[in-house]
């Protein structure tokens, strides 16, 4: 419940949500080309794809999408397209807050957001849990919740205070060991009302590394490692990540992972036309993913059940342990071929084949 929505910068809006309770969703922010004219960082761009992958509920991103700073009408007009486009590679839908170089302390630049359709504060639900997104580069008050902001933001929380959880994304961290630019006072209150309030989870980036504070049992994240240039080495979380939170009656987990570690190659088809597609898939990070939109692309044939699809793992000792393998859904090109969405789960440090036979 919400009087103020705020609303996603992807073609698709309608957020994928299994029915077993459980919500995974993505936070990540500040993958920001490293200067102006120049492309997205390759983490960025492989983020996106592992999270096409993944297939979360959504991607809560916590500013500085793109360069912004003393950019001309269209140069802007231009970089928020570049990202709306590399974060529709996600298919799933994706809330940007601003950050200091979408707002860039100008009026001017504010009027463009809002002209594109960005919302700069508001909140939405998926499920049954609230979303609340801040503005903390209002103009002239940077690092500050404040005036209609603030009594908006007060109402809102005790409006859903019977939600399963309420998660919090702004771009610039309230508690920080580098920049240490929010204003105090503004985060002693804040941090009170969402300590009265269900807030499960308070997401930030603007410092370009992981970290983590919790103050009267409510994490507070600090996630600007989606490609930009690093302000840490990485004992200190200066390492490019995104983090997978999971929500559910058994509580909320933090999966930290770094992209580049979730790789997909077809040995063999995903062109359409052969019957017989492999994919082969590994995981190299330290943690479990679940792959929910695994891409094959073969032969349509007249009914889904007519599609077969085995996994092939051989572990370290040589045995052929079992994976659970679903077929999701089956989209019809429209030029002979199909486009199926396997679900596999893919544990740390293991890889496998997924065989797909459509012989017609």
């Given at each position: 419940m919400t009087s103020r929505p705020f609303r996603p910068l992807t073609a698709v809006t309608t957020p994928p949500i299994d029915a077993d309770g459980q919500l995974d969703f993505v936070v990540t922010g500040d993958g920001r080309p490293t200067l102006p004219f120049m492309p997205y960082p390759r983490h960025a761009i492989a983020m996106m794809d592992e999270i096409a992958l993944l297939r979360p509920a959504c991607v809560l991103y916590t500013g500085d999408a793109f360069w912004g700073y003393n950019a001309s009408r269209q140069e802007m007009l231009n970089d928020i397209d570049r990202f709306r486009a590399l974060a529709d590679t996600t298919g799933v839908p994706l809330y940007n807050v601003p950050g200091n170089h979408e707002m860039q302390s100008d009026a001017g630049a504010v009027a463009i957001l809002e002209e594109k359709g960005h919302d700069l504060w508001g909140s939405f639900d998926i499920g049954g849990y609230h979303f609340v997104a801040l503005n903390t580069d209002e103009v002239n008050r940077e690092g500050r919740v404040t005036g209609e902001q603030l009594d908006w933001l007060t109402q809102d929380l005790a409006a859903n205070a019977g939600a399963d959880g309420i998660f919090v994304f702004?771009?610039?961290?309230?508690?920080?060991?580098?920049?240490?630019?929010?204003?105090?006072?503004?985060?002693?209150?804040?941090?009170?009302?969402?300590?009265?309030?269900?807030?499960?989870?308070?997401?930030?980036?603007?410092?370009?590394?992981?970290?983590?504070?919790?103050?009267?049992?409510?994490?507070?994240?600090?996630?600007?490692?989606?490609?930009?240039?690093?302000?840490?080495?990485?004992?200190?979380?200066?390492?490019?990540?995104?983090?997978?939170?999971?929500?559910?009656?058994?509580?909320?987990?933090?999966?930290?992972?770094?992209?580049?570690?979730?790789?997909?190659?077809?040995?063999?088809?995903?062109?359409?036309?052969?019957?017989?597609?492999?994919?082969?898939?590994?995981?190299?990070?330290?943690?479990?993913?679940?792959?929910?939109?695994?891409?094959?692309?073969?032969?349509?044939?007249?009914?889904?059940?007519?599609?077969?699809?085995?996994?092939?793992?051989?572990?370290?000792?040589?045995?052929?342990?079992?994976?659970?393998?679903?077929?999701?859904?089956?989209?019809?090109?429209?030029?002979?071929?199909?486009?199926?969405?396997?679900?596999?789960?893919?544990?740390?440090?293991?890889?496998?084949?997924?065989?797909?036979?459509?012989?017609?």
């Amino acid at each position: 419940m919400t009087s103020r929505p705020f609303r996603p910068l992807t073609a698709v809006t309608t957020p994928p949500i299994d029915a077993d309770g459980q919500l995974d969703f993505v936070v990540t922010g500040d993958g920001r080309p490293t200067l102006p004219f120049m492309p997205y960082p390759r983490h960025a761009i492989a983020m996106m794809d592992e999270i096409a992958l993944l297939r979360p509920a959504c991607v809560l991103y916590t500013g500085d999408a793109f360069w912004g700073y003393n950019a001309s009408r269209q140069e802007m007009l231009n970089d928020i397209d570049r990202f709306r486009a590399l974060a529709d590679t996600t298919g799933v839908p994706l809330y940007n807050v601003p950050g200091n170089h979408e707002m860039q302390s100008d009026a001017g630049a504010v009027a463009i957001l809002e002209e594109k359709g960005h919302d700069l504060w508001g909140s939405f639900d998926i499920g049954g849990y609230h979303f609340v997104a801040l503005n903390t580069d209002e103009v002239n008050r940077e690092g500050r919740v404040t005036g209609e902001q603030l009594d908006w933001l007060t109402q809102d929380l005790a409006a859903n205070a019977g939600a399963d959880g309420i998660f919090v994304f702004m771009h610039r961290p309230m508690f920080s060991w580098f920049q240490g630019d929010f204003n105090p006072d503004d985060a002693r209150v804040l941090q009170e009302l969402f300590r009265s309030c269900p807030v499960r989870g308070v997401f930030a980036a603007h410092d370009h590394f992981y970290y983590r504070e919790d103050h009267d049992e409510v994490p507070y994240l600090t996630v600007g490692g989606a490609g930009g240039p690093l302000y840490a080495q990485p004992p200190q979380g200066g390492f490019a990540h995104y983090v997978i939170v999971s929500a559910g009656p058994g509580g909320v987990d933090y999966n930290v992972v770094e992209p580049g570690h979730l790789q997909v190659d077809y040995p063999a088809g995903n062109d359409g036309l052969e019957p017989l597609t492999i994919a082969r898939v590994a995981n190299t990070s330290d943690r479990d993913l679940l792959v929910r939109a695994l891409p094959i692309r073969v032969p349509r044939l007249a009914s889904d059940n007519d599609y077969r699809l085995t996994l092939d793992y051989l572990d370290w000792e040589r045995r052929r342990p079992e994976l659970p393998l679903t077929l999701r859904s089956v989209r019809d090109m429209g030029d002979g071929s199909a486009l199926l969405s396997v679900e596999v789960l893919v544990p740390s440090g293991v890889a496998f084949r997924v065989r797909v036979d459509a012989r017609l």
